[in-house]
Nanobody, 123 residues
Framework: QVQVVESGGGLVQAGGSLKLSCAASGKIFGINAMGWYRQAPGKQRELVAN???????NYADSVKGRFTISRDNAKNTVYLQMNSLNPEDTAVYYC?????????????????WGQGTQVTVSS
């Protein structure tokens, strides 16, 4: 059973920093892209940043220069360092990973989501 678990959310003042982590576990053969999405109240879920297995990154315009995504392939973990946070960054942050894993019915590639972690930035 593959699991994707986030950690590191919380409450921070504007201008502060937080680092999110997301670890995948299970009978994993490989992980392609990993990424972070967020959903604010009343808004659609949006891409924040993603990173390929080779380390290529992509960021939403709203976070460029403030957020940094990285990954540790040996640990099946992706990180999101968030600096210069502002109240507009307040949202539930979700980890997504495209994982190839051994399931009871065979090897399968699937997009997995974490349960989400709340980030609240106060003004």
């Amino acid at each position: 059973q593959v699991q994707v678990v986030e950690s590191g959310g919380g409450l921070v003042q504007a201008g502060g920093s937080l680092k999110l982590s997301c670890a995948a576990s299970g009978k994993i053969f490989g992980i392609n892209a990993m990424g972070w999405y967020r959903q604010a109240p009343g808004k659609q879920r949006e891409l924040v940043a993603n990173i390929t297995s080779g380390g290529s990154t992509n960021y939403a315009d709203s976070v460029k220069g403030r957020f940094t995504i990285s990954r540790d392939n040996a640990k099946n973990t992706v990180y999101l360092q968030m600096n210069s946070l502002n109240p507009e960054d307040t949202a539930v942050y979700y980890c997504n990973a495209r994982i190839t894993a051994l399931q009871p019915w065979g090897v399968m590639t699937h997009d997995y989501w974490g349960q989400g972690t709340q980030v609240t930035v106060s003004s």
